[in-house]
C-alpha cells in the first residue's frame, strides 16, 4: 500500500510538470530550489481542484450483466466515501549547493486517510453466487523521500544527472476495516495484513523501493529540465 501510494504522488508529479516553460538558473541557488518547490505545490493545487483531495462521495451504484445474466451479472454501492490528505505535501528541505552541484531533499506526506461508511458488492459468475461488504477507515501515516542529487554542469553539455540517491520510509498504516466475504468476518486478517504485514515487507525491501524510486526520480528530473529553459 506505501509504494502504491509514494509512486501515485511520483506519477502525480510528472503529469503535473510545468507545461510553461520555466526559467532555471543554476548559478542561482534559490532559483533551483524555488523552482522545483513550485512545481510541488503546482501539484499539490492540480490534485485539489480535480477534486481529489479532499474527496467526498455521498453515495454511487454501479451494475453490469452480459446478455446472458447466469454467466455474469454484478452490482456494487459505496457510501461516505473520503479521501484526504494527499495533497498536504511538507517540503522540510529544499537546497541546492552551486559548490558541489547538489541538491538536498526532504519531502513528507504526514498522513493520508482513505474510508468508506458501507460498501457491497453482489455477483453472479455461471451461476455461483458471491457478496462482499466493508466499511471502516485507513490512515497511512509520514510517507517520507528524502535524500540528494548531483548533477555536472557544462556549458556545452548542459546539465547531466550523475546519482540520484533516495531513503523513503514510512511511520506506520492504522487499519480498521470491517470486511466480510460470503458472510465470513475476515476484518482481523485485513487489519493485520496492511497494519503489519505491509510495513514489514516494504521495510525488508527497502533497498529494492529505493532503487526504483531513483530510477523514477531520475527520468521525473529529466523531464523536469527539458521543459524548462536552463541557465549554466
Known sequence: MKTITALVFLIAVAVGLPQVEKIIDFR?????????????????????DAGLDPLYIEKQEVAYELPVPVIFNGAGLVEEVISNGLSDVDVKRMSYSIVTNRLNFDIEIPKIVFGAGAASAKATFFSNRFSLEASGKMEIQRIRVSGHVRVSIGIISGITIRNVKI??????????????????????????FFGTTVPSTLKDHSDEINELLEILMKDLISEFLKSSKVLV
Do not use: H, P
Request: aromatic share 4%.
Open 167 to 192: 531513503d523513503f520510509t514510512l511511520g506506520g498504516i492504522d487499519s480498521d476495516v470491517k470486511l466480510a466475504l460470503q458472510g465470513k468476518d475476515y476484518s482481523d486478517a485485513v487489519n493485520k
Open 28 to 48: 542561482d541557488e534559490r532559483s533551483v530550489s524555488s523552482n522545483i518547490v513550485d512545481a510541488i505545490e503546482d501539484v499539490c493545487q492540480t490534485i485539489k
